[in-house]
Each structure stands twice: as structure tokens, then as C-alpha cells.
């Protein structure tokens, strides 16, 4: 992938699909070289601001809120009776927020390797970093795979893998090693949710890959949720969910119907529908 600033326009190319996305900015609010990427944060014209980390788009204000909400609620509405949360990324806290919304849950420790990517949200996304503040909540700024290594067996009911693409700092979290590792800390019935791409994309490639590593790593049952996500390649996104001992296909539909979340996206009915693969997907994720 490419990015490159013309004429006003942030476009992000993906090189090998042979398409782009573009949005319109008016300014650049921040820009800083890390220690493990190039983050910058842009004003558009009409999806509000935007990151970017190493020339890729990681959220806008307009959008977020679908990504933010499919990585969490489908996870925890699937467990029985979510209590100990793990999110391995996330540093711009959208997810940690939804996760938050559910009252059951007990504690929710988020490891991010890059504390730069806290702060500007903070700065520039503070919507999503509301909840950071809530009791429950513990931010650590470290290794998510050296988190997980020393993580007790059986500790972590849901496991959030809110990570960037396979690249970089990400690269290790989509490992079927790692994969074990998480098998290995998630208690009976826990289940494991992780970004896996777009599924016009990536179905024949990371995410069957992704579904298989899972089952190789111990886990009993995976299901993949695709969902609009305009601002990510194809404008199509999904999430991969894994049980252990859990039925990954199945959720807790009369607790979604009857919870009053203020949500933009998710339903019990978008959890259903997202559930029910388009048969172009079924072929490839079988192939």
C-alpha cells in the first residue's frame, strides 16, 4: 500500500487490487515518527478527522463506530456471561468504549504497544476516549504478545484482537503460535475476536488462513462477520471470531434484542445477518 497528498486529497492506494481510496482534507493536525510507525492525524472535508498510521487509514470520526462496534458486541454477546476483557491493540480506544457499555463486564485491560496512538486520540478523537476514565478500564503501553506469554491459563473470558493489518508491529498477532498462546489464557467458554480484513480481498488468503490457524491452535468453532466499513479497502471489513468450547455461530440473541446500548450499527439482526456468509465467501473460505 501507498499514500501520497494531492491536490488536497489523502489517498491510500492498494497496490495489488489496483484500486485507492481518497478523502478530501482541509488541514493537518499532527504528524509524528514513533518508535514503531509514522502517525498522522488529518481534518477532511466530510468524514471529520482522520488517522493515518504508515500512509494506512485507521478511523475516522464519521465511520468508526462500525468497526468499533463488530469487533466488540458480536464477542460478547456470543459468551455466556462476559466479565474479564482483554483488548491486544486498540490504542485509539473505541473498542475499550464499547466494551465499557456492557455493564456486566468486570475489568478490561487493553495492551497497546504505541502510547503515541492514545494521545492523539485523545487529542483529536476525544469521543472514543471517553470511557478511558471508567474504573473498570486499565490502559498498559507494552508487547501484546509478551502480555499474553505471561498472562495466567484460564484468566480472560473475551480476547479483542483490535490490531492493524499483518504488517509491522501486527504482524505476530496473526501467527497460529500466538493464536495458541490466546487458546491457552482463555477460560472454558471464552471466545476470541480479531480484525481479519476484507472479505472481497482476503477471503481466499488471511482469512481462511486465519480461520484455519485457529482450529490448528485448539479453538472449536470459528465464524467470520463481514460489515461495511467504508473508509477500509473494498469498503468491506471483517471480524473472526473462535471459541473454546463455545459455539462461535450462535449468540445470546434475546440479551442483544433487549439491550439498550446507544449503538449506531450493531443489532441482534445485523449479528444474525453478518452470520449468514454470502455464498462467494463460503466457496473461498472452503476452497
Known amino acids: 500500500m501507498s499514500a501520497s497528498l494531492d491536490s488536497g486529497w489523502f489517498t491510500e492506494v492498494f497496490d495489488g487490487h489496483g484500486s485507492a481510496f481518497s478523502l478530501k482534507v482541509t488541514d493537518k493536525l499532527h504528524e509524528v515518527q514513533t518508535p514503531y510507525q509514522h502517525l498522522e492525524v ?3 472535508e466530510t468524514f471529520g478527522n ?14 468508526n463506530f462500525l468497526y468499533h462496534e463488530m469487533i ?8 455466556a456471561d462476559p466479565r474479564r476483557v482483554v483488548i491486544i491493540g486498540g490504542g485509539d480506544c473505541g473498542t475499550l468504549r464499547e466494551v465499557l457499555r456492557h455493564p456486566g463486564v468486570e475489568k478490561v485491560t ?44 484460564d484468566s480472560v473470558d473475551v480476547l479483542i484482537i483490535d490490531s492493524t493489518d499483518p504488517v509491522g508491529p501486527a504482524e505476530g498477532l496473526f501467527k497460529t ?14 471466545v476470541m475476536v480479531q ?49 473454546k468450547g463455545r459455539d462461535v455461530t450462535a449468540f445470546r440473541e434475546s440479551a442483544a434484542a ?12 445485523a449479528h444474525r445477518g453478518a452470520l449468514a456468509l454470502p455464498p462467494f465467501m463460503r466457496r473461498l473460505l472452503e476452497a
Open 42 to 44: 488529518y481534518a477532511t
Open 50 to 63: 482522520l488517522m493515518v498510521l504508515d500512509g494506512c487509514v485507521m478511523l475516522t470520526e464519521r465511520d
Open 72 to 79: 466488540a458486541h458480536p464477542a460478547l454477546f456470543t459468551h
Open 110 to 153: 487493553q495492551i497497546d504497544i504505541d502510547e503515541e496512538v492514545t494521545r492523539a486520540a485523545e487529542r483529536f478523537f476525544p469521543a472514543l476516549t471517553a470511557s478511558n476514565d471508567d474504573p473498570r478500564a486499565e490502559l498498559r503501553f507494552a508487547d501484546g504478545v509478551k502480555w499474553v506469554d505471561e498472562a495466567a491459563d
Open 177 to 190: 503460535d500466538f493464536l495458541r498462546r490466546c487458546h491457552r489464557i482463555l477460560a472454558p467458554g471464552g
Open 195 to 243: 480484525q481479519s480484513e476484507s472479505p472481497l480481498y482476503h477471503s481466499g488468503s488471511i482469512i481462511r488462513e486465519l480461520r484455519r490457524d485457529m482450529l490448528e491452535a485448539g479453538f472449536d468453532s470459528v465464524a467470520t462477520l463481514p460489515f461495511p466499513q467504508p473508509v477500509y479497502p473494498s469498503g468491506w471489513w471483517s471480524v473472526t471470531l473462535a471459541g
Open 258 to 269: 433487549a439491550a439498550e446500548l446507544p449503538l449506531d450499527y450493531y443489532t441482534a439482526e
